[in-house]
């Protein structure tokens, strides 16, 4: 509805100017996302959009709110898989019975992203979408071989996590398509789970982080699943320590093999603050403490 | 282009035109006068503008004032009016758990949802839950006892009565 | 009747906070009021070609914009010299950067909107033209011969150098059985007050009167520079400073942007809003430290200090911060070093650089975090060197309990300390045996903890020494006026204020003890220049000292004008009666009078008192410490911690003080006080820092990447008192505001260093961070490996 | 900060010298230009959006080739101001050496961020310097490399 200026935005904080709107549908949104030429976001829980816009760091012209479309809601069970709604927020996904049974990798990563009020608000779809490198849940999601839903004017289509994160904030997702859900493979009983970070202060942005998965049949680890973040442009995936552990006993050996491998894996970028040889040992560091602490679901 | 908002604030039906650009704590604060939500970074890092939206602490700051709309949300004020947080707030108050008061607003939000999702924790778990409250003067340990003194007062362990209770 | 001075009261205005009713400058809305935003440098240091404000002037909203030449006319230049740092230079500054650009975040522009977010709309079409020159970062690269210059307007890179030295300082390490030596540093950290600075100028142009809500710890300083350097009188000049969200030293000193609000209210007779954002206060408000230390001190055989020799280098910015300069801290490090102890000589140096970075200048615990660290840091060394406990090498060299009075060689006169008393009462609380025992049987387990200590003397109650003397318009003295309302209520306007301290209740307790009444009936007002008189504020830990002691005479005289007019009232002897539990009572304890019938006759009925006699029941005084020109508090710390050597993460478990501030009118604030400084001295130590890339880029000015302690790593931290009152005033109080932060953050390194001193490896730089301790392991190890 | 790197050209050190100066295959090359205008044969004027995650802005500003040792190495400086979000500059020296089927392509480059974007962005400089840069010598690579060898590699 459109309103006269009544009164000048006297406020703090002080957001560059944009139009908002509110999308009912995908269909919707799609079509309010097209309009806008390109210059259009998508907003959740505004948890990353809202600040960076605060800073003035970026001004889109239209912020399209997707919180009221239904496809995106709820936690559900079906044909073998867990489908999170990308509207789910964090303090859902720490509280959600269904994933800490069936994604118990999420439940671990929700403590440790930002503070309790953050994660009343913010949304895993969010977080997934913009592909933060330090963020957890884009690590959990790859370490749990989950696939990311993303639907569009062009359809609807699964996308595997291992072809989802392209690089510093990129994703696969096409200009407007919106991510709808996250699909994880149902993991068997028996299956070992374990996430760590490594930060300053509770809450921080993680120096490095592991989520990892595995499964042990017959004394010997088989599909194991490591990925690191804070390390690169996007989480990554330890391939070569996977291979390390694939075959082996979980032992202080396989371990020591995998924390070796990891040299293959990671190239972490220079950072003046933290240079990448030093996040590389503190890597190796995490993954061996996560290794030797992995636990099925109880 | 303004938007009519259509919210509860305070128990109170609300509405009225904002700018998309107005977040929901200048909103508050501007627009309905109430400004014990205060400001501190303008990006969800310090927890002084935390109120109650649906029950839960959310940062003012980081919500835009339309993204409210048919919500209730509840702020210092309108906890203090309904005596939600009364013992709470007398426990800050014996134990001296504010200095400047900028930070308190924040912390009571985030001490009242601990409460009501945790009535006795830890110490740990109430430093953890105040994890992103950032407070300057008092080094925290007065606010993590207050909150403590009230998880007792309210699990009836209360050994010393407070002010509220007399 | 029981005293109230020594009881925990709570604070009655913490009532307000606690219901959403503080009243901060940030809460403040005028009518007509302008909001301003500022155009910054980009860079640390340039030439600036052309600001072309076309685009930006026409937005819906802006009024107005100032460049350098329409606003700085309408203001004086400041200049941060003090007469009593002799050779210092500082050259003038004003609102807006006239040619040259000083440090990053320097304003260059100043726009005036309807609203915050227009201003800012408008910002961001201003053009700035701004041809970047090599900005001058590092203070020892400064100090060379022929370095560039990090302000074209000063002489050289020096702002100001001393040396103080006793006599026999290179006999005494020519003759010593032990040298011990480091070299720290300390980096560049800031207030990080949760209120960022704030004002709100209203000039009325229809009465040329100047009104600024000013979020500060002076107003008084600020309506002498109000009407200074604007041309005003000083009674045409109020400041109010209404609740303060935290301040800790940062929001007494003069900012450009405080000034230029003042300026465009006055040009435009419009109220203007400034409120900082969190990445202006990271890039404008005063930093702290900064300074590069070599250290050395010199022993005998048995452990007992000969000597100390420092040289301290500090950074302070492209010009030194008005009015208490920039140069302070260092002044004040090299006569704290090596306070606490018997030492007879001493040689310290003090160099004091321009940068192009943004001022340091006065934050909690002026000096102090630097001069203890040092000093604490080689006692430990020492401790090694002679192979004595950390507990008995301090038994061994602090100053005696009943050594007093006792001068320091850097010439600080200290009256009566308590060093041995705390250093025995910390013993106890810590138990450093079990420690020991303890860590060694974690260290099986590869858990590596540690603990360590450091004594501190804390300056407190300044007198005109620190800034009178060196021409700044610094008030030593505080006022108080105490009166009796018709009621027998009592109020008092100080001038001393609150930030949350609790100022207006430890006077509102001293005040009532004075006259008989409980602190309910002390109403007690702060922060007003019209409404209060002038003093010098709250700065230094002069709160309690100097503002109780202002409060407790004010309320004597006020006792006494009482007393003579009872005395007439019921025919007795006003020596004879005293004032008890709201009423005059005798000898015998019975009550005459109460203060209700007195306010009630002096008020309404004075027609029925004795002819001539004083019915004025205001007084007002004023006091300034005389005697030493300044005190000293004293006090020791303990910090227990965990390192965990394959991350570089400290986990810091403990932390314990025995403090002695005099005279303890209020032992829950005391308590909180130290608590509170106590984490701003640990948060430098471990996480704090203002990172600056080699073009003097502040690389971190965000909430998310500057790192404040927050409540999960911050430890519980245990407090015990020794009470030495100063015998200088009635009162005793001494003051407690930066007796947490002075130590923490050395005794904090001597633990880290404990418990990685199985491995051979030292910090010696802040913060600690997982990065300096990994480097710090990986050097200690390379020792070993190719000595 | 600096940055070093190299990178195989599938042409003639001549050819791929030719491209440096070639306007076009700046625009190209350069991450997010929207203009580029040349100025005379060494000197641009140019326009780049650069949009990384939650931070865009748009800069106007200058490339320049210097030190010039034909076909065998140049300085490709540029810079740009972003308006209120700060500014960004940087140089890269190239260096061109023959290599059997093609050129090896070395830079070392020192990236300079100033302003609001330093101080805020800080966490991700690095790595943006960083994509950046690759991204410009994978562009100068697919430029030189013809579509059909594109294709099939």
């Known amino acids: ?298 | 282009m303004k938007h009519l908002l259509s919210t509860t604030v305070n128990g109170e039906q609300v509405q009225e035109a904002v700018s998309p650009r107005t977040s929901l704590a200048d909103f508050l604060r501007e627009d309905m006068g109430l400004t014990g939500t205060h400001l501190g970074c303008e990006m969800g890092a310090c927890g002084a503008c935390l109120v109650l939206m649906d029950g839960a602490p959310v940062h003012a700051c980081l919500v835009l004032a339309v993204q409210a709309e048919g919500c209730t949300v509840e702020t210092i004020e309108g906890l203090t009016e309904t005596g939600a947080a009364a013992d709470l707030q007398a426990r800050f108050h014996d134990r001296n758990a504010l200095q400047c008061g900028y930070c308190t607003n924040g912390m009571l939000m985030s001490a009242q949802a601990l409460l009501a999702a945790n009535p006795d924790p830890s110490r740990d778990e109430i430093r953890d839950a105040l994890s992103g409250n950032y407070c300057r003067c008092t080094g925290y340990e007065a606010i993590v006892d207050a909150i403590a003194a009230t998880a007792s007062d309210r699990a009836g362990r209360s050994e010393t009565k407070t002010e509220a209770a007399q | 009747m029981t005293l109230h001075i020594g009881q925990s009261a709570r604070r009655e205005n913490a009532r307000r906070h606690l219901a959403g009713r503080g009243r901060f400058v940030s809460d403040l809305t005028l009518p007509r009021m302008l909001h301003a935003v500022f155009v910054r440098s980009p860079m640390a240091r340039g030439r600036i070609l052309e600001i072309d404000t076309s685009e930006a002037s026409a937005c819906p909203g802006v009024v107005r914009i100032f460049t350098a030449p329409e606003l700085n006319v309408r203001c004086t230049p400041w200049v941060g010299t003090l007469g009593h740092f002799a050779g210092m230079q500082s050259p003038p500054m004003n609102i807006l950067a006239e040619e040259e650009v000083l440090w990053t975040g320097h304003p260059v522009a100043m726009i005036l909107a309807r609203s915050r977010a227009e201003a800012e709309d408008a910002a961001e079409l201003v053009m700035l033209d701004i041809e970047d020159a090599e900005p001058v970062t590092d203070g020892a690269a400064a100090l060379r011969p022929g370095a560039p210059l990090a302000n074209p307007a000063a002489r050289d890179n020096l702002c100001y150098e001393a040396v103080l030295e006793t006599a026999d300082v290179d006999a005494a390490f020519v003759g010593a059985a032990h040298v011990v030596e480091t070299s720290m540093t300390f980096g560049r950290h800031t207030a990080v007050t949760l209120e960022p600075r704030a004002v709100i100028a209203d000039f009325d142009a229809s009465s040329g009167a100047l009104t600024v809500h000013h979020g500060t710890q002076t107003p008084y300083q600020f309506q002498d520079v109000y009407a200074r350097h604007f041309g005003l009188s000083e009674g045409k000049v109020r400041v109010i400073a209404p609740d303060v969200g935290g301040s800790f030293g940062m929001k007494l000193h003069v900012y450009n942007e405080e000034m230029g609000a003042v300026a465009a209210s006055l040009i435009l007779g419009r109220p203007v809003r400034y409120v900082a954002d969190r990445l202006e206060s990271f890039l404008s408000d005063i930093h702290a430290r900064d300074h590069i230390v070599k250290g050395r001190m010199a022993l005998d055989a048995d452990g007992t200090i000969l000597a100390m020799e420092v040289d301290d280098l500090t950074q302070v910015g492209a010009v030194s911060a008005y009015p208490r300069t920039s140069a302070a801290e260092g002044n004040q490090v090299i006569r704290l070093m090596g306070a606490p102890y018997r030492m007879p000589d001493y040689r310290g140096r003090l160099s004091v650089a321009f940068q192009n970075k943004v001022q340091t200048s006065q934050y909690r615990a002026v000096g102090h975090p630097i001069a203890c660290a040092v000093t604490e840091a080689l006692v430990e060394r020492a401790a090694e060197a002679t192979e004595l406990d950390p507990f008995e090498i301090r038994a061994r060299n602090l100053i005696a309990d009943d050594a007093y009075p006792h001068v320091s060689a850097t010439g600080y006169q200290f009256e009566k300390l308590s060093h041995q008393a705390c250093l025995a009462k910390l013993h106890e609380m810590m138990d450093p045996e079990a420690l020991r025992a303890e860590h060694a049987s974690l260290r099986k387990q590869g858990i590596h903890r540690g603990f360590g200590i450091a004594s501190f003397v804390e300056i407190t109650n300044p007198g005109a020494a620190f800034y009178g003397v060196g021409g700044a318009r610094i008030s030593a003295q505080d006022g108080a006026v105490v009166r009796m309302m018709p009621s027998g209520d009592i109020h008092c306007a100080i001038s001393v204020t609150e930030q949350g301290q609790g100022t207006e209740t430890i006077i509102a307790q001293v005040v009532a003890d004075q006259l008989g009444v409980t602190p309910e009936r002390v109403s007690v007002t702060t922060g007003d220049t019209a409404t209060t008189p002038s003093g010098g504020a709250t700065w230094a830990c002069r709160g309690a000292g100097i503002g109780g002691e202002t409060a407790l005479r004010a309320g004597r005289r006020l006792r006494d004008r009482i007393l003579t007019l009872a005395g007439a009232l019921v025919q007795a002897d006003p020596a004879s009666l005293r004032l008890e539990n709201g009423a005059v009572v005798d000898g015998s304890g019975a009550a005459r009078i109460t203060l209700e019938e007195i306010g009630r006759i002096a008020t309404y009925r004075p027609d029925t008192l004795p002819d001539g006699i004083d019915h004025s029941l205001t007084v007002a005084h004023h006091f300034a410490p005389t005697g030493y020109p300044f005190d000293f508090t004293n006090g020791i710390q303990g910090s227990l911690v965990e390192v965990d050597v394959e991350t570089g993460l400290v986990r810091i478990l403990k932390h314990w003080i025995v403090e002695d501030c005099g005279r303890i009118i209020n032992p829950l604030l005391v308590d909180e006080q130290i608590r509170g400084g106590v984490v701003q001295g640990l948060g430098p130590a471990f996480f704090e820092e203002c990172q600056y890339d080699a073009d003097g880029q502040l690389t971190n000015g965000s909430l998310a990447d500057y790192l404040v302690p927050m409540a999960c790593e911050m430890p519980d931290i245990e407090i015990a008192h020794i009470e030495t009152p100063t015998g200088d005033t009635i009162l005793g109080a001494k003051g407690v505001g930066e007796a947490g932060t002075a130590a923490a953050g050395a005794a904090a390194m001597n633990a880290v260093n404990d418990a990685l001193r199985p491995f051979g490896a030292r910090l010696t730089q802040t913060p600690m961070t997982p990065l300096r301790i990994l480097d710090a392991l990986d050097a200690a190890r390379e020792e070993r490996t190719d000595p | 900060m600096k940055l070093d790197g190299e990178q195989f050209l599938n042409a003639d050190p001549q050819t791929v010298w030719t491209a440096l100066f070639d306007r076009d295959v700046l625009a190209g090359a350069i991450p997010g230009c929207e203009s580029l205008d040349q100025l005379s044969a060494t000197e641009f004027a140019a326009v780049v959006k650069l949009k990384i995650g939650p931070v865009s802005a748009r800069f106007k500003g200058d490339v320049e080739l210097s030190d010039i040792v034909p076909g065998q190495s140049c300085t490709l400086s540029g810079k740009g101001s972003g308006g209120i979000a700060g500014f960004a500059k940087g140089a890269a020296q190239v260096t061109l050496t023959p290599e059997a089927g093609g050129t090896r392509l070395c830079y070392d480059a020192d990236v300079a961020v100033g302003g609001k974007l330093a101080s805020l962005g800080n966490r991700l400089i690095g790595a943006t310097a960083q994509k950046l840069t690759d991204a410009f010598f994978a562009n100068l690579s697919d430029a030189l490399t013809p579509p059909e060898e594109a294709r099939s590699a």
């Open chain 1, 1 to 298: 509805m459109q309103l006269e200026e009544l009164r000048t935005e006297g406020g703090k904080v002080k957001l560059p100017s944009f139009e908002y709107l509110r999308a009912r549908s995908m269909e919707e949104a799609w079509a309010l996302h097209s309009e806008a030429g390109g210059d259009a976001l998508y907003l959740s829980g505004g948890h990353s959009v809202v600040p960076s816009m605060a800073l003035r760091l970026q001004a889109p012209s239209r912020l399209i709110d997707i919180s009221q479309i239904a496809e995106l809601r709820g936690v559900s069970v079906a044909e073998g898989a867990l489908r999170i709604g990308a509207m789910t927020r964090h303090a859902e996904v720490l509280a959600d019975p269904l994933i800490a049974h069936h994604a118990p990798l999420l439940s671990q990563a929700a403590p440790h992203v930002a503070h309790p009020a953050i994660r009343n608000r913010g949304t895993i779809g969010g977080n997934l979408a913009l592909a933060d490198p330090a963020s957890e849940f884009p690590a959990a999601v790859l370490a749990l071989r989950a696939e990311i839903e993303a639907n569009g004017p062009d359809g609807r289509r699964l996308i595997a996590a291992d072809d989802f994160f392209l690089d510093l904030y990129e994703t696969a997702l096409a200009p407007g398509e919106l991510l709808t859900a996250i699909h994880v493979p149902l993991p068997p009983e028996s299956r070992l789970f374990g996430f760590d970070e490594i930060a300053r202060r509770r809450g921080d942005y993680a120096m490095v982080g592991v989520a990892a998965q595995a499964d042990v049949a017959g004394g010997v680890i088989a599909g194991a699943s490591v990925t690191l973040f804070s390390v690169g442009f996007t989480p990554v995936r330890a391939r070569a320590a996977e291979q390390a552990l694939d075959g082996a006993p979980l032992s202080p050996e396989s371990i020591a093999r995998a924390q070796a491998a990891l040299a293959q894996d990671l190239d972490p970028p220079d950072d003046p603050g933290f240079p990448p040889e030093r996040r590389l040992q503190l890597a190796r560091v995490l993954l061996g403490r996560v290794l030797s602490r992995m636990e099925p679901v109880k």
